[in-house]
């Protein structure tokens, strides 16, 4: 945790850069707010369910936190062996890197990660190899790419990323969809801009994320398998952790979700950039009492999806088929069906199906699902849930 400065600090830091105070996403205080991006008018998600988010151990890392310093935008390897983050001291930022031997350990021997000649760069997004990183610089707000031979060798000269000249200002929360085709970036307060791939690294605009009334946009990083878009959402003041949900990249996302853990959205502190594993199962977000001085580093590890229905399978009240499917299967029910949602094995929701008229079977469409083992479980009217698993086959 950070410690509390006294008043005499406090109060000759802020004479001494009264022009210079960050908010907790590292965004200047005093940069014009840039709202003129929001390309199209779509129906405004809502937010449809508050989505039981299993995590196990959340705990700060306090073996990387600094008390005086930042630590921010987090990327954790599939292994949950190695971190990435941006660490600000004296308000000059840096991408540093720490490992560990198991996941039962604390992570040790940070370091500043050596990446050109460039300097004060923060905000970074690795391939799941962790042989490609793609950074920001934090004065110009351009973005980097650069890449290394094996995670044990140092990364070599950085390129420019070109992007296209309306993004201008402040840019954070960088990611990319798995064939590089879209682009996301946050784009100062209540912009999620999505580019699209004009040519080897060159990017222009091609939407924005929709972000529901009354609220203001965080920056979010992309699962790996670019259907799930996690963020922080501010209403009323505090920053809270969502994550928006598509079935194909082609599509929009507009399924909204509330990740409810009182592990993870505590309920007085903001919640925010949060990234998951490529695996899906560790979860590292950061946690700010207000300003970019206050971010602190956390990590959660994910239960699998089987565990995620609060119970367990009952197939003579429940069952699907055909089991394996393809394009559609059919959910029966001894009960009056309300809800079906279906979980990859990793635990991130792929689908919501609200049942408007009374039924209790239901055909649930399987046609943009990828080949593998999935987690469904049914909501009735009576007030049981059920879950059973499913596997797809193309």
Known sequence: MKKLFTMFIFVSLFEASAFCQFDANGKPIDTEIINQLRLKSNILPVVADTVAFKADSVRSLSELNSS???????WISSDGLRIYYTKSISNINNIYFASRNTVHEPFSNAKALTLGNENNIFSCWLTNDELHIYFIDNVSYKVYHAQRSSKLDDFGIPSEITIDSKVIGFKSGISFTPDFKQLFLYNGTNN?????????????????LDIPNGSLACPGTLSQDGLTYYL??????????YYYTRTSLSENFTKLYYIDNKLINIDSKNMLQPFVSGAGNYF???????????????????????????????????????????NSVSI?????????????????????????????NVQLLTQNYRSGIYMVTIYTKQGNVYSEKLTITK
């Open 284 to 326: 590292v977000f950061v946690s700010a009492v207000d300003y970019w001085q206050t971010n602190d580093l956390y990590i959660g590890y994910l239960k699998p999806a089987a565990t995620l229905s609060p119970i367990e399978s009952e197939s003579e009240h429940c069952r699907i088929f055909p089991n394996p499917a393809i």
């Open 232 to 241: 922080g959402l501010t209403f009323s003041k505090i920053q809270k952790l």
């Open 192 to 208: 999620i801009i999505i580019l699209q791939q004009n040519g080897t690294d060159n990017y222009v605009i091609s939407d924005t």
């Open 332 to 360: 029966a029910s001894d009960n009056t069906i309300e809800k079906i949602m279906v979980y990859s094995i990793f635990g991130t929701l792929i689908d919501c199906l609200s049942v408007t008229q009374e039924s209790n």
């Open 68 to 74: 005086t310093g930042a630590e921010a935008y987090p």
